[in-house]
């Protein structure tokens, strides 16, 4: 099993930055892909940015040019930089996990960007 826990989230002026950070840990073997995932108040969970072990990247548009993803393999760690703000970032943001096991979820973490 593989344990997920987010980091760093909280409340932030239209633009404005933040740093979130997630750490797996657990019996882990070899973790393929780890990304970040928002669900806004009546809307459906969506992709925010993914990288690979190899380090591709995939980011939604709608982040493009704001935020970056980042990955240590060897701490198995992800963490998603955010500038330039919108109220419209405001969400519960999510960590994903694969490895050959499957997929994993954390908590969550509350970003709200707010004046």
């Known amino acids: 099993q593989v344990q997920v826990a987010e980091s760093g989230g909280g409340l932030v002026q239209p633009g404005g930055s933040l740093r979130l950070s997630c750490a797996a840990s657990?019996?882990?073997?070899?973790?393929?892909?780890m990304g970040w995932y928002r669900q806004a108040p009546g809307k459906q969970r969506e992709l925010v940015a993914a990288?690979?072990?190899?380090?591709?990247?995939n980011y939604a548009d709608s982040v493009k040019g704001r935020f970056t993803i980042s990955r240590d393999n060897a701490k198995n760690t992800v963490a998603l930089q955010m500038n330039s703000l919108k109220p419209e970032d405001t969400a519960v943001y999510y960590c994903?996990?694969?490895?050959?096991?499957?997929?994993?979820w954390g908590q969550g973490t509350q970003v709200t960007v707010s004046s």
């Open positions: 657990g019996s882990i073997f070899r973790i393929y892909v």
């Open positions: 994903n996990v694969v490895d050959r096991a499957g997929g994993f």
């Open positions: 990288i690979t072990s190899g380090g591709m990247t």
